[in-house]
Structure formats: structure tokens, C-alpha cells
């Protein structure tokens, strides 16, 4: 009954194209002291850049976590390509402010961890992990190791592991967040490159407003205390994106939206 | 022009070097001189300070006329080796057991701040009671001063895992035992080195203590009858012996650390980044000739 229940949900999601369904979605800790998150009902399309922005303290980083089942909900459903989360699964990959790559392996050997952690290495996935270096621009960084690397480059490592996993789900927590802003900019672009590439659903976390609409299809505006999801605002601007777009009045009405609907609430 | 300019930076640093390594070679011999004119003159107590040229003699005599220091020094390494092996293990084993096991941790929690409150040494004539003279109870001194650096250390190590990476390795969906494997012991080991040099060290100070106790054999025996027998410079060839030893150790952990966490420094990582570069090299001509 249950199991009939679900599959026939599963079916209904893959008909419309989501991939990440949340209703009433909620997490507080502390047995209901501290309301991180509060009814968060929202849908994530199949191949979409969606953008999670806010102050601190919204919940943008809960939600992200409660995605990747690395926390459980308190309340609410939460469904990843229909089936509901329950702890860590394998539909997606996480990526966070710090790179956290194991400063004993080289940029490759980090590469290759997931794949370690699931089977026997092969030659494909050799192949697979020097092509994801490659396309984060890290081709002749092979064997270096982290601290050999800059922060950014430590990054484009962080973003290959990423990949290699192979999810079609990229869960990124202000992923560049800790690097200049020059080499923020860059790899943000890189990014939509990337994602575009292999056709992943990305939820990217920001407290920059900006980014969060240059970079996504959707952007999540998210509001402080207890942690709410005030509203989807869509993004309509065709790809590829250049930084002048930016620039444009079309742009700037929307970052005065979303500025409107953080200072109201 | 650059060249010449690195070139004369560089016999300028070296004749720098040898001009200081000159003085403390002479400020050294003066000092020897000195120590040996005043025995001579009789101004200095020969029980406290036996000249160098009689510690030089001694030393010649128990190790090349007489030899009897090399038995004591085999005996007494034997047994710091065995207790060093055997408490490292069970404080490492241990250590990485309990910080994986958080209820394991809350229970044993009071009586490791106990212990640790507790001079070791003090246990040591307890040891001997239970197990009797000899080895046994050697050995069991020796790893009761050597278990709980590397024990401590273990565990901290084990604690203090970076959250973040626990929590990538989690979305990763590792197991218990992969987490264990591939991030916790081997981010613990430049700490887990730390406590092992520790230990060493305190294997050392405990055969000597055992063998002062047990008065059997040993260099600690050894020196200890020297002593009694009013003979001090050979007291002193075997106390320098022990100095010798100590370097030799903390040299020798050094080396190995630097050999072990080989990313904690720049020469580790240019050696092994090569290595693994080469091996990767290997088997992909190896893929791509089958």
C-alpha cells in the first residue's frame, strides 16, 4: 500500500520534471527550542539552477543539509526524484565553503574518493576523474596536493569530486564563499559552464543577491528567524550569461524585487 | 650576473656557517680544558666531576677492553623496544576505539583523567609485586609509561576530526569503518606521531627506573653499581651513552615523521607527489598495452 503510495508519487514528479519536492518543511532543534527552518513548501525542476538566498540565519543551509538527508526533518514531506529522504543518499553531492580535500591525497586521488568509497577503482574512472580536472581548468595539477594549491584552485578540485560522483543533484553551499571577490566571479561563471555541461540540477546557496540572480533560473528568497521561504522569483534571462548583463536595468528591477521582499519581511 | 650574485650569497652563508661552527668547537674544547685542568689541580671534587680524560678512559674500557656495557645495552634496548611496541599498540588501538565509540567515551571519560593524574612511576614496585622479578614486569613498567601519550594523542586526534570532512565523507555515504580508514587515523597521525615520541622517550626513562628497582641487568643496573662502587667517570661513559641514545631516538622519530606525514612538509610532498605521479604513469601504460 505504502510502496504503491510512493511509486505512483514518484511517477506524478517524473511527469512534471521535479526532481526535489518540499511541503511544510520544517527542522527545529533542541526539542522544538530553536526553529531553524519553518514551513517551506517549494519544487525543484529536473536540470534547473536554483538559487537559495538570504541572510544568516535563514535556513538556506538547513534546507541544503535536509536535501542531502545529512540532518532529518522535523516536520513536513521531503521528496529527492519522488522518493522520500531518509538519511544520506546517493542522488546527491555536496559541495561547502571549505573545499575539505584530504591534504594527504593528491587533487586526483581526492577526485577519486567517492568512487573509492563505493567500489574498486577503474580505468575508467581514471580516465573520468583527469577529464573532470580538465574541465576545471587543473589539467597539469594532477599530483599536487592541497596545499600546494590556491584557495580557488582548491575549490575547482572540490567541484571535480563533486562531479565524479556522478549525482544529478548538486547541493553547493556558498561554495566560493571564502575566495576573492576576482576569483569568485570567475569560477561562478565556470560553474554555469560546468553544470550546463552535465545537465545538473544545482541548489546554490549565497547571501549575495546578485550572484544568486546572475548565476540561476529560479532564485529561493529566504527570510530570518524562524527560517521561512518568503518567495520564488524566476529569472528569465537567456544563457550563456556574461558579467554585463548585470548592468542591465532588466537585472537591476530584479535585484530591487528581492531586495524588497528581504526588507519587508 | 644573477649567478655570481647567488653564487657569493651562497659561500658568503657557508663560510658564515663554518665561522660560527668554528667557535663552538673552540668555546667547547676550552671548556673540557678547563674542567680538565681543575681535577687535575684538585679544585674540583672528582665524585661530582671526574676529569674527561678518565671518562674518556672508561668509556674505552667498557666498551672495547673490558665490553661489559654491550650485553646491558642490548638488555636494556630489548626491553625498551618490547614495551615501546607493545604500549604504543594497545594505547593507539585503544585510543581509536574509544573516540569512535562516543558512549564508550562518557564511561571511561573519569577514570582516564584518574590515571592520567597518577605519576606511572609510581605503580612501578606495584608491577614488580604482581609479576614478579624479571622481563615481565620490566616490560609491563615500560608500557605503562609508554601507553598514554599515544593513547591521549589517539583519541584527540580521533575527536577532533574535521567536522566538515566527516560530514562530506557522510554525504559520501562511507561506512563506519571507510570514515575510520581513509580520514580519521590518517588526519590523526601527525598527532598520533607526536604522542609516539613521547613515548619513546619515556620508554627510556622507564627501563631505568625498572632496572634501578630490579638490580639485575641493564645499563640502568649498571649504572647504578658504578655508582655504589664510587666509580663516577664510568658513570658518566654510561650516562652519556643514554644521551647518545636519546638524540639518536628523537633524531630517528623525527626522520620518520617527516617520512609518515609526509604532507606536513614541503620535501614529503615534492617526494610523493613524484612518486604517485609515476606509479599513476605506470598503470596506464599498463591499461593501454593489455
Not at chain 1, 543533484?169 to 561562478?188: K, M, Q, V, W
Not at chain 2, 569512535?100 to 614488580?128: H, K, S
Not at chain 2, 597521525?189 to 613515548?199: K, S, T, W, Y
Not at chain 2, 647518545?244 to 622519530?253: A, D, P, S, V, Y
Request: hydrophobic share 50%; charged share 15%; glycine share 10%.
Amino acid at each position: 500500500m505504502n510502496t504503491m503510495q510512493s511509486s505512483a508519487q514518484a511517477a506524478t514528479a517524473a511527469r512534471r520534471g521535479i526532481v526535489i519536492e518540499g511541503r511544510d518543511v520544517g527542522k527545529s532543534f533542541g526539542g522544538g527550542s530553536v526553529i531553524a527552518l519553518e514551513g517551506a513548501s517549494f519544487s525543484v525542476k529536473a536540470g534547473s539552477f536554483v538559487s537559495l538566498v538570504g541572510p544568516s540565519g535563514c535556513g538556506k543551509s538547513t534546507l541544503l543539509r535536509l536535501i542531502a538527508g545529512l540532518i532529518d526533518r522535523t516536520s513536513g514531506q521531503l521528496t529527492v526524484h519522488g522518493r522520500d529522504v531518509k538519511g544520506p543518499h546517493s542522488d546527491v553531492g555536496m559541495m561547502f565553503q571549505r573545499a575539505t580535500l584530504l591534504e594527504w591525497r593528491t587533487a586526483i586521488e581526492n577526485v577519486l574518493l567517492p568512487v573509492e568509497l563505493q567500489r574498486t577503482v577503474t580505468a575508467a574512472d581514471r580516465a573520468r576523474a583527469t577529464e573532470l580536472l580538465a574541465m576545471v581548468g587543473l589539467k597539469d595539477f594532477a599530483f599536487s596536493f592541497p596545499s600546494q594549491l590556491s584557495g580557488g584552485m582548491q575549490q575547482r578540485v572540490a567541484l571535480a569530486r563533486l562531479l565524479q560522483t556522478g549525482a544529478d543533484i548538486l547541493l553547493l553551499d556558498e561554495p566560493f564563499g571564502a575566495l576573492d571577490e576576482f576569483t569568485r566571479e570567475r569560477l561562478n561563471i565556470e560553474l554555469m559552464r560546468i553544470v550546463g555541461e552535465v545537465g545538473a540540477t544545482t541548489l546554490f546557496v549565497t547571501h549575495n543577491i546578485l550572484e544568486a540572480i546572475f548565476l540561476a533560473d529560479e532564485v529561493m528568497v529566504m527570510t530570518p528567524r524562524p527560517g521561512r521561504l518568503a518567495r520564488m522569483v524566476h529569472v528569465p534571462f537567456a544563457r550563456p550569461r556574461t558579467p554585463e548583463l548585470t548592468l542591465t536595468p532588466e537585472f537591476n528591477a530584479l535585484v530591487a524585487e528581492v531586495r524588497d521582499i528581504l526588507g519587508t519581511h | 650576473m644573477a649567478d655570481v650574485v647567488t653564487q657569493m650569497a651562497a659561500t658568503g652563508g657557508k663560510s658564515l656557517r663554518q665561522r660560527q661552527n668554528a667557535t663552538h668547537i673552540g668555546i667547547f674544547l676550552t671548556l673540557i680544558l678547563l674542567w680538565e685542568l681543575g681535577a687535575l689541580m684538585g679544585w674540583l671534587d672528582p665524585l661530582f666531576f671526574p676529569a674527561p680524560s678518565a671518562i674518556l678512559t672508561s668509556f674505552w674500557r667498557i666498551y672495547f677492553a673490558q665490553g661489559n656495557i654491550w650485553y646491558h645495552l642490548y638488555v636494556s634496548l630489548g626491553l625498551v623496544f618490547a614495551g615501546f611496541t607493545a604500549g604504543s599498540i594497545l594505547g593507539i588501538g585503544l585510543g581509536a576505539v574509544v573516540g569512535m565509540n562516543g558512549l564508550v567515551r562518557r564511561f571511561l571519560q573519569p577514570y582516564v583523567i584518574v590515571l592520567e593524574a597518577t605519576p606511572r612511576i609510581a605503580v612501578a614496585p606495584l608491577l614488580i609485586a604482581a609479576l614478579g622479578f624479571g622481563a615481565t614486569s620490566k616490560i609491563a613498567i615500560i608500557m605503562l609509561v609508554c601507553f598514554f601519550a599515544p593513547f591521549i594523542n589517539t583519541l584527540s586526534g580521533v575527536i577532533n576530526v574535521d567536522r566538515d570532512r566527516m560530514e562530506l565523507m557522510r554525504s559520501l555515504g562511507a561506512s563506519k569503518l571507510q570514515v575510520l580508514r581513509k580520514l580519521v587515523l590518517p588526519e590523526a597521525v601527525p598527532v598520533i606521531m607526536a604522542g609516539e615520541r613521547l613515548a619513546l622517550t619515556s620508554a627510556l626513562s622507564g627501563v631505568l627506573v625498572a632496572e634501578f628497582i630490579q638490580r639485575d641487568q641493564g645499563i640502568g643496573t649498571l649504572i647504578l653499581t658504578y655508582t655504589r662502587n664510587l666509580n663516577m667517570a664510568s658513570a658518566f661513559a654510561c650516562i652519556l651513552t643514554l644521551t647518545l641514545i636519546g638524540f639518536l631516538i628523537f633524531k630517528g622519530m623525527e626522520k620518520l615523521d617527516h617520512h609518515i606525514a609526509y604532507w606536513k612538509n614541503e620535501a614529503g610532498l615534492r617526494r610523493v607527489g613524484a612518486k604517485r605521479a609515476q606509479a599513476w604513469a605506470t598503470a596506464q601504460r599498463g591499461q593501454s598495452n593489455a
